[in-house]
């Protein structure tokens, strides 16, 4: 079963809520929750959805409220999930500390594929994360980064681990903090888009 309820101003105690009844069955393969109202607290019932529904394979949470605290909770579940393939946590907020945990939980994590955390608050400090993930993962496809708080230093250190890596098959970098000139850095990179 998949779940789609976007737009709906669904806020925590409504995630609370059909998350119990999901678990009662433990069907839930997909959930995408766009543009709604969910924070911390959501993230972490959500959780619980990725952890104990056994084929739960698609997340996409994009446009809530969640932060570094609901991002370590949803890395967790990540990290031990034997199935999930695709998380979209775009325009959530999450800053450098739910950045790091998202981080390890992929190097932990055999079946992620694909990542979207576009217009989040993602610093250098996290590019060094995941340059750690694109060099030792060979399941992660895609990364998705766009309009976060990269500079060229840590675009840079992402760049440099894509040689260890063929599986990676897009480096999503648009709208982050690098002038057109040293976006030309990295033009001969096929695989790096901007």
């Known amino acids: 079963m998949l779940c789609r309820l976007c737009d709906n101003q669904i806020r925590d105690e409504g995630v609370a809520i059909f998350t119990n009844e999901f678990l009662k069955y433990k069907a839930l393969k997909g959930l995408t929750l766009f543009t709604n109202q969910i924070t911390d607290i959501g993230a972490k019932h959500i959780a619980r959805i990725i952890e104990e529904c056994p084929h739960f394979r698609r997340l996409a949470l994009g446009n809530n409220r969640i932060t570094g605290e609901g991002g370590r909770y949803l890395a967790n579940a990540i990290q031990r999930s034997k199935a999930i393939y695709y998380v979209g946590l775009a325009a959530n907020g999450i800053t450098f500390s739910g950045g790091k945990s998202l981080a390890a939980a992929l190097k932990e994590n055999t ?70 000139e040293e976006v030309k850095e990295f033009e001969n990179e096929t695989r790096m888009v901007f």
């Not at 250098?124 to 976060?148: G, Y």
């Not at 992402?158 to 480096?171: D, G, R, V």
């Open 111 to 180: 079946v992620l594929k694909s990542l979207w955390l576009h217009d989040n608050e993602l610093t250098d400090d996290n590019a060094a994360d995941f340059a750690e993930v694109i060099r030792s993962s060979t399941t992660i496809h895609q990364l998705w980064f766009i309009n976060n708080k990269m500079t060229v230093n840590g675009v840079r250190l992402l760049a440099s681990s894509l040689q260890y890596n063929p599986s990676i098959t897009m480096l999503c970098m648009k709208d982050n903090l690098l002038s057109a």
